[in-house]
């Protein structure tokens, strides 16, 4: 079955590590995207890629950073200078930049003490 | 700016109870409008999308229209496995990106 997988589904680390966060779709899909989910708040776009080696930033890129040196892969890499990594992360991919519908994976939950 | 407010947050309906959840947008040129359905610890799954005024789809128990100014779900005599947060986006011209709004966190009851 196509789709998108996000490892690991739990990810506990200390302050002050780096961690980064897996992405795969097997969807064939050209532009790909990155949200962060808190309660009581709407996703928020940390950042998309359209085409691979290129991607840009969303409204909270800060203290975040991505590649996209594959079609397939997507990683993003939380870094110590995010003030509030805690945090359910999303990972999603669609097949233009027009108007297709955006097909998410089950999310990586960030836990950082 | 593109912006999306659901409404209501939370609704708990009687099993059979029909209702409907709001989606109010302002975009500038609307490309699409989504509905998705997310259960607790899950990623949105893609439910519907709506690109001009007047257009409605269903699937199930659901329906979905829009209007130039809002987007309503209709669930129709809902069972307990309707039970999610139903969230809502706009895509505006000449925008990569989707806008979210908070969601409405529906709960059928027994």
């Known amino acids: 079955d196509g789709g998108i997988t996000q490892s690991p589904k739990y990810l506990f680390r200390k302050e002050g590590q780096n961690v980064t966060l897996s992405c795969e779709q097997n969807l064939n899909h050209d532009a790909m995207y990155w949200y962060r989910q808190d309660p009581g708040q709407g996703l928020r776009l940390i950042y998309y890629?359209?085409?691979?080696?290129?991607?840009q930033k969303g409204d909270i890129a800060e203290g975040y950073s991505v590649s996209r040196e594959k079609k397939e892969s997507f990683p993003l890499t939380v870094t110590s200078a995010q003030k509030n990594p805690t945090a359910f992360y999303l990972c999603?991919?669609?097949?233009?930049?027009?108007?297709?519908?955006?097909?998410f994976g089950n999310g990586t939950r960030l836990t950082v003490t | 700016e593109d912006q999306v407010t659901q409404s209501p947050e939370a609704l708990r309906l009687q099993e059979g109870e029909s209702s409907s959840l709001n989606c109010s947008y302002t975009?500038?040129?609307?490309?699409?409008l989504f509905w998705y359905r997310q259960d607790p610890g899950k990623g949105p799954e893609f439910l519907f999308t709506?690109?001009?005024a007047g257009e409605e789809k269903e699937k199930e128990r659901l329906k979905a229209t829009l209007t130039k100014k809002e987007s309503f779900l209709h669930i129709t005599a809902p069972k307990p496995e309707d039970s999610a947060t139903y969230l809502c986006a706009v895509q505006g011209a000449g925008s990569y990106q989707l806008t979210f709004g908070k969601g409405t966190k529906l709960s059928v009851i027994p």
């Open positions: 975009v500038s040129g609307l490309r699409g």
């Open positions: 709506l690109y001009s």
């Open positions: 999603a991919s669609k097949r233009d930049s027009y108007n297709s519908p955006l097909h």
């Open positions: 890629s359209q085409i691979v080696n290129d991607f």
